[in-house]
C-alpha cells in the first residue's frame, strides 16, 4: 500500500439503499473532490472550513451524477489523520459505482480492506488494538461484545498496558544505565521498588490473562449443545427458545440427522444453541453419522443442555447419586447417559432437564425433582418445552454461567486472540525476570528479560509492528473502513 496515494471506497454497504457514503483520503483528497464538485452556492471546496458539509452536484464534464453533499475534514482532524471528503449521495447502485470509477479516474486508487483505520494507525489517531476494537465493533452483534469493543476502542486495555511499559522502560533505562557504571559498582535502580514494580505487573497481567476466557464468550457468543436420546423433545426446545419454528419437530424418532444451530441474545449476551441428533445405539449410517457429529459439538460447546422424557423416567425408588458405583437396575438409564456425557466432558457446565412435565401428575413431578437433586456437578430443571413452562428458568440459568459482573462494573476485559497470546509471552518473561531477581542475578542479565517483556507490550499497541502483522490485522476488516 502507497501511503502518499489518495483512496476512495464505499463507507456504506453495497446495494441498493437510501443513502451511501463514498469516502476519499490522502494528500490530494479535497484537489480531487473539488474537480468533481460543484456547489450550489458556487464556493471553491477546498476554500472551506474543515467539518463543514456542502450541498452541491458531482459532474463527469457536463453530465450530472446526482445531487450529493460534501463533508470535509481537513487533516490532521480527521479519522485517517489526512484529509478526506466524504461524499453522501443517493444509494442507488449504479450512482455508487460513477461516483467511484469517476474519482479513480481523477487520481484515487481504489482503498483496500481496512485501509482508512490503517493510515489511522500510522498517523498515530489510534493504537494497534483500538485499530482492532474499530472491527470488533463493526461485527458486534449483541450488548456485551458491543460493549467490550468501545471500551477497547477508546483506549482503557492499551492505556493500561502502556502505563506499565512505560514503568518497566523506565527501570529497564535505569539497569542499562548501570552498566555504563559497572565497575563504580553504582546502583540507579532501587531493587525494593523494582520488585514491587514487577509484582504489580505479574497480578495486572495475571488478571487480563484470565479475563480472556470471559471476554471470548462476550465477544464470540457461547455454544449451548442440546442433547439427548431421539424424541425428548430437543428440536421443540431449540423452537422454544428462538420463538420460532426452526427445526422440525416430529413423533418419528430420530427426525434430526444432523446439528441445527442458530444464536439468540439473552441479557445483551450471545448464545448459540446447538440441536443435535439424538443419542442412541442405531443400524442407520446417516443417523449414525449425525450422532457422531452430536459428540463433537458436545466437544466445541461450553454448556451442554440433556434433555430427557419425563413421562418414561422409572423413578419409583430412591435415587442414587451419581458419585456411588452403578448398582445394575437401579441405575437410572438418563443418569447412566448423563454419567457418561460427565465422565467425557468433565470440564463442561451441565444441564440436566425433565421435559414434557406439563404431563406429569403432581406425584411423579416431585419424584423427578428429587431425583435431578441427587445429580452431583450439575444444575436440574424440569420444564415443557411445548408449553414454554420452565423456558425464562432455564434461560436464566445459562446467563449465571456467564460473569458478567466485570462487563458491569467496566473493567478491562480481553477479548482479543493476539493481544492474549502477547500477554502470556509478557509473563512468561516477567516471570523469567522475577526469578532473575530472586537469584540475585547481575543488571545485565536482568535486562536481557526486561527487553523481552518490553518487546511483547509494545506488539500489543503497535510500538512494534512489521507488515505482515498489520496485513494479517487489516485485512479481515471491510472496505471502506
Known sequence: MNQNDTIVALATPSGAGAIAIIRLSGPDAITIASTLFVSVSNKALGLQKTHTVHLGTIKDGNRTIDEVLATIFKNPHSYTGEDVVEFSCHGSAFIQQEIIQLCLRSGCRMAQAGEFTLRAFLNGKMDLSQAEAVADLIASDSAASHQLAIQQMRGGFSSEIQKLREELLNFASLIELELDFAEEDVEFANRDDFQALITKITKVLKGLIDSFATGNVLKNGIPVAIVGEP??????????????????????????????????????????????????????????????????????????????????????????????????????????????????????????????????????????????????????????????????????????????????????????????????????????????????????????????????FGEITGEISNDELLGNIFANFCIGK
Open 231 to 456: 424424541n425428548v423433545g430437543k428440536s421443540t426446545l431449540l423452537n422454544s427458545l428462538l420463538n420460532e419454528e426452526r427445526a422440525i419437530v416430529s413423533d418419528i424418532a430420530g427426525t434430526t440427522r444432523d446439528t441445527i444451530e442458530d444464536e439468540i441474545v439473552l441479557g445483551g449476551v450471545g448464545f448459540r444453541f446447538i440441536d443435535t441428533a439424538g443419542i442412541r445405539e442405531t443400524t442407520d449410517t446417516i443417523e449414525g453419522l449425525g450422532i457422531k457429529k452430536t459428540f463433537e459439538k458436545i466437544q466445541d460447546s461450553q454448556v451442554v443442555v440433556y434433555l430427557f422424557d419425563a413421562n418414561v423416567a422409572d423413578v419409583d425408588y430412591p435415587p442414587q447419586p451419581l458419585a456411588a458405583p452403578p448398582t445394575g437396575e437401579q441405575k437410572l438409564s438418563f443418569l447412566i447417559e448423563i454419567e457418561k456425557i460427565k465422565n467425557r466432558f468433565p470440564h463442561k457446565q451441565l444441564i440436566v432437564i425433565a421435559n414434557k412435565t406439563d404431563q406429569l401428575s403432581e406425584e411423579l413431578h416431585e419424584k423427578i425433582r428429587v431425583t435431578l437433586s441427587a445429580v452431583e456437578g450439575s444444575h436440574s430443571l424440569l420444564i415443557s418445552a411445548k408449553t414454554g413452562r420452565g423456558i425464562e428458568e432455564l434461560k436464566n440459568t445459562l446467563l449465571d454461567f456467564v460473569n458478567t459482573g466485570a462487563l458491569r462494573n467496566n473493567e478491562t476485559i480481553v477479548t482479543n486472540t493476539r493481544h492474549y497470546d502477547a500477554l502470556l509471552k509478557a509473563l512468561e518473561e516477567i516471570q523469567k525476570v522475577q526469578a532473575g531477581i530472586d537469584a540475585n542475578l547481575s543488571g545485565d542479565l536482568l535486562a536481557i528479560d526486561i527487553r523481552q517483556a518490553l518487546y511483547h
